[in-house]
């Protein structure tokens, strides 16, 4: 969602970014993505209204998207509660209205920075070829800054508002018109790396990953001569982020600062200093530390507040390029001027400079009023003549940058609602190619034909909780980002304890995986796509889960050994959330095929369904005996848990006291002579709680803590661990494009 004239939303502590997704409370960056921050961006632009859950749906999942919908729905929401500290019983923010929708109830206040006086700036004198540059005069020793323990990434200065309503003004429809004819233009000409590289005869692309997958890199910068990458990385720990240089043909790398709110290094001409701007409200702060380690030093910009994190030092050495105020400027590194570089109309900003290989010209993006088009511009910086680039309709994202020849534009745009890469000529009117896509922040180096670029991720992690430690339960990593979205990760521990299988779609396609107990050797069973809710048989040698097929869902089991797949529901109804009987015979699963879900059973051989309940049931496992099923009453937030007979009769509640988060948060484990439940829940105080509930004795007992209340949840058969998923973070991962032209 993109609102230019209400761009930045504040509720209680929290301030929320509809353009950049940005969300802090009291100043530090919380991590909110994916569906969760879609539904709050939906509430905040109704505050006060019912948001129904079908214009919800509408919005988050398309109709061409199958989905459980009423589960995927519940979770998000609960991820967003727990996001904003807030309470289904007792809201502040989201209230729940049952059976319709949500309702955002707190006060919403819009902020919206005014433009500040521009400020009057000697122009410096021109340099002669040749001169000297001395870094003595704009650095000042650096003061150590206290911030906020959390960093912001990527931190943007407001939009300034506007009088009337970009939707209705010409410009709009302009927009609309280049957006269709455009839209048309350039999917006819897209094409991936290889395929472009071909085309123009050039050596075959080679291909990898500079930082690590469980690194969080990106913003990166070559070196003059192309032999070293600086970028910023974000750690656990504060000290462990900063800036850091590594070596292209090698593994070895320096850390040059440990402050997380440091960004966008960029390289001295001679390559042996970094210059990088440091986020510390109201802007950013630049400094400049030698490549090989030492004490970052502060450049004085002369009052002119650093409105982004983007900067550019020129191949000549004389100038540093940044945002502030509106427009871009230029700091002289040989009297310490700085000197207004362009000048946009009152309802434009310019941002993320980039120079020109002769340092001549500096290449920037133009954002006008109403969001799009974007325009990619270049200025002299001698006469400060601009030129016009391209125009997209879409956001442009991080900084485009020259190709090493001068003759086109590299860029990201997330055209068609994905980041991308673009290429576009500087010497003919051609539409923009698309040659890659999720990437941003490309950088290009001068020398050894190398790009580089980001390439973000995000996903849920799986923890195991182990709840015989010393009197306090233990938390443990056992997979981070187990996929590129909000779903699974679904963890289940295999009933001898050795093995774990989980959802994810970490090779393009929801799949079904199988890993050792403790995450590591991975190994994908699947190759079904949209495949979930795995569960273990009783040998432990083949799992049950199921995917969604064209017209509804279907109950599959493969073998851990042979990795054959075999389909057990031959319909066209949604089946899901299956399990298997105590003695391998019986496969329970929920399905619709009565009107509305129901738990079945069919053999695990195959043959034909066994309706067991007729008052509503979901998700079901067996009893320690075999006797009878638990499972949910529906696939709703909080289900009540309820028991029947195994073939099928004597339908009751089962306890008051039994309400997991949802129909995926319970386990049954072999705990005392009948067995127990165990499942997660709020604590109504503090963190949530994993509660075991004795099926003998109907006494319920908190076991552990977890940091958010859980989606999945898994145990071990005796109930001494539980698996779960909890909310992953955006990460990004730098890639390295060799042979690039």
């Given at each position: ?39 709050l961006s939906v509430l905040l632009s109704k505050p006060g209204e019912l948001v129904p859950r079908e214009e919800l749906r509408m919005r988050l999942w398309p109709g061409d998207t199958y989905v459980d919908f009423d589960h995927g729905l519940n979770a998000a929401v609960n991820k967003l509660r727990e996001s904003l500290c807030d309470s289904a019983d007792s809201p502040r923010f989201i209230e729940t209205l049952p059976r319709r929708g949500y309702r955002f ?475 298997w009987s105590r003695d391998g015979k019986w496969i329970y699963f929920a399905s619709r095929r009565s009107g509305r879900f129901e738990v079945w059973k069919i053999p695990a051989a195959g043959g034909t369904p066994v309706e067991i309940t007729r008052n509503g049931g979901h998700a079901a496992l067996e009893s320690l005996d075999g006797k009878y099923i638990y499972y949910a009453k529906t696939p709703l937030a909080y289900p009540e848990i309820w028991q029947a ?19 995926a948060t319970w386990a049954v484990v072999d705990e005392g002579a009948k067995g127990a439940i165990l499942f997660a829940q709020p604590s109504g105080s503090g963190s949530p709680v994993v509660t075991l509930f004795d099926l003998a004795t109907h006494r319920a007992k908190n076991v552990g803590q977890v940091g958010i209340v859980p989606f999945w949840l898994g145990a071990s058969r005796d109930g001494k661990k539980v698996v779960f998923d909890q909310p992953g ?13």
């Amino acid at each position: 969602m993109r609102d230019p004239l209400n761009r930045r939303v504040k509720f209680g502590p929290f301030v929320v970014d509809l353009y950049t997704h940005e969300v802090r409370k009291d100043g530090t960056r919380i991590r909110l993505i994916g569906q969760p921050f879609d539904i709050l961006s939906v509430l905040l632009s109704k505050p006060g209204e019912l948001v129904p859950r079908e214009e919800l749906r509408m919005r988050l999942w398309p109709g061409d998207t199958y989905v459980d919908f009423d589960h995927g729905l519940n979770a998000a929401v609960n991820k967003l509660r727990e996001s904003l500290c807030d309470s289904a019983d007792s809201p502040r923010f989201i209230e729940t209205l049952p059976r319709r929708g949500y309702r955002f109830i707190a006060a919403v206040e819009h902020l919206d920075l005014q433009n500040p006086l521009p400020l009057s700036v000697p122009r410096s004198a021109q340099m002669p070829a040749g001169a000297n540059v001395s870094l003595a005069s704009p650095l000042n020793n650096s003061d150590s800054l206290a911030l906020p323990p959390s960093a912001n990434r990527e931190a943007e200065a407001p939009v300034t508002p506007k009088s009337t309503s970009f939707w209705f003004s010409p410009i709009a429809w302009a927009a609309a018109v280049l957006l269709i004819l455009t839209g048309w233009s350039i999917k006819a000409k897209t094409k991936n790396f290889v395929e472009a590289h071909a085309g123009r005869g050039l050596p075959v692309l080679r291909m990898r990953a500079f930082t690590g997958a469980d690194e969080d890199a990106a913003q990166p910068s070559f070196s003059p001569d192309g032999n070293r990458i600086a970028f910023a990385r974000w750690g656990i720990r504060s000290e462990d982020s900063g800036i850091f240089v590594r070596s292209v043909a090698g593994d070895r790398q320096i850390q040059l600062t440990s402050n997380e709110r440091d960004l966008n290094p960029v390289w001295s001409p001679d390559g042996n200093t970094i210059a990088f701007s440091r986020w510390q409200d109201p802007g950013f702060t630049l400094f400049t530390v030698p490549a090989a380690g030492g004490t970052p030093q502060k450049l004085d910009t002369r009052g002119t507040i650093v409105k982004r994190r983007e900067l550019d030092w020129s191949p000549d050495g004389w100038w540093i390029a940044f945002r502030g105020e509106d427009a871009l400027f230029v700091l002289s590194l040989r009297d310490g001027t700085v000197d207004r570089l362009t000048n946009p109309s009152p309802s434009a900003e310019d941002r993320a400079p980039a120079f020109s290989v002769d340092s001549n010209r500096v290449l920037f993006v133009r954002s006008r009023g109403g969001g799009i088009p974007e325009e990619i511009r270049t200025v002299a910086v001698n006469s400060r003549e601009e030129e016009l680039v391209t125009a997209v309709t879409a956001d442009i994202i991080g900084t485009p940058r020259w190709s090493a020849g001068g003759d086109s534009v590299i860029f990201s745009s997330n055209f068609g609602g994905k980041a991308g890469l673009w290429r576009v000529s500087t010497t003919r009117r051609d539409s923009p190619v698309q040659i890659g896509d999720s990437a941003a922040d490309p950088v290009i180096a001068r020398q050894g034909g190398m790009l580089a670029y980001e390439r973000a991720s995000r996903g849920l992690n799986i923890w195991q909780l182990d709840l015989t430690a010393s009197g306090n339960s233990q938390r443990t990593l056992l997979l981070p980002l187990t996929g590129q979205t909000d779903q699974g990760p679904a963890p289940q521990i295999s009933p001898d304890g050795t093995k774990l299988a989980f959802m994810s779609d970490r090779s393009g396609t929801m799949e079904i995986w199988a890993a050792a107990a403790d995450g590591k050797n991975a190994k994908q069973l699947t190759v079904i796509g949209n495949a979930g809710t795995p569960r273990w048989s009783p040998d432990s040698k083949a799992i049950v889960f199921d995917a969604n097929r064209k017209n509804g869902s279907s109950i599959y089991t493969v073998s851990l050994e042979g990795s054959e797949t075999r389909l057990l529901t031959l319909d066209d109804f949604e089946n899901r959330c299956p399990s298997w009987s105590r003695d391998g015979k019986w496969i329970y699963f929920a399905s619709r095929r009565s009107g509305r879900f129901e738990v079945w059973k069919i053999p695990a051989a195959g043959g034909t369904p066994v309706e067991i309940t007729r008052n509503g049931g979901h998700a079901a496992l067996e009893s320690l005996d075999g006797k009878y099923i638990y499972y949910a009453k529906t696939p709703l937030a909080y289900p009540e848990i309820w028991q029947a007979d195994a073939n099928g009769g004597g339908e009751k509640l089962l306890s008051r006291e039994v309400r997991p988060a949802m129909w995926a948060t319970w386990a049954v484990v072999d705990e005392g002579a009948k067995g127990a439940i165990l499942f997660a829940q709020p604590s109504g105080s503090g963190s949530p709680v994993v509660t075991l509930f004795d099926l003998a004795t109907h006494r319920a007992k908190n076991v552990g803590q977890v940091g958010i209340v859980p989606f999945w949840l898994g145990a071990s058969r005796d109930g001494k661990k539980v698996v779960f998923d909890q909310p992953g973070w955006q990460q990004s991962q730098i890639m390295l494009v060799e042979n690039f032209r």
